[in-house]
């Protein structure tokens, strides 16, 4: 039988807040209770999930490489404010060979002028946003059938 895909979920700064504001933009979910909804749809698809939040970017560049050793399908990841900042982000995505599929809570489009470039998009293999929380489930759907 061949084992079962394994994912990472990768969220970046700030994300350990949510739920406590701003619930007309990221929703009143907490980060918990999304990690919740993607290990029940993983359960469904079969899938094993690591699901890591951090607000330091050399982690989620550790936690990007280590995907690519623990041979991970696919990475989500919700990269937060680094998404718009971090040129690292940006080279450990094209380096590791694991596709990743960019998630926003909001659509940062409809937002401030500084949130509109993504330095993951243009190496993503696909962006998923302004779905608040139904995103990530969308996103592990989407993963496994790559
Ligand atoms: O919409 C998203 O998922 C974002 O990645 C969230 C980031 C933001 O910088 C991106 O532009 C879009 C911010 C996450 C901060 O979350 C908070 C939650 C509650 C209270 C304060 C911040």
Not at 34 to 63: C, F, K, M, P, Y
Not at 105 to 113: G, K, Y
């Amino acid at each position: 039988m061949p084992a079962s895909p394994l994912i990472y979920v990768l969220n970046g700064p700030n994300l350990n807040l949510l739920g406590m504001r701003e619930p007309e933009i990221y929703g009143t979910d907490t980060l918990d209770d999304i990690a919740t909804r993607v290990e029940d749809r993983a359960r469904a698809l079969g899938a094993r999930v690591e699901i890591r939040q951090s607000n330091h970017e050399g982690h989620l560049v550790d936690w990007l490489h280590e995907a690519r050793l623990q041979g991970a399908k696919a990475v989500i990841l919700n990269a937060g404010a680094f998404t718009h900042t971090s040129v690292a982000l940006h080279d450990a995505v094209k380096a590791i060979g694991v596709p990743v599929i960019e998630v926003h809570l909001s659509n940062p489009q409809a937002r401030e002028e500084f949130r509109h470039h993504s330095f993951i998009a243009s190496v993503a293999k696909g962006s998923i946003t302004g779905l608040g929380a139904l995103g990530y489930e969308l996103a592990l759907d989407a993963a496994v059938r790559l």
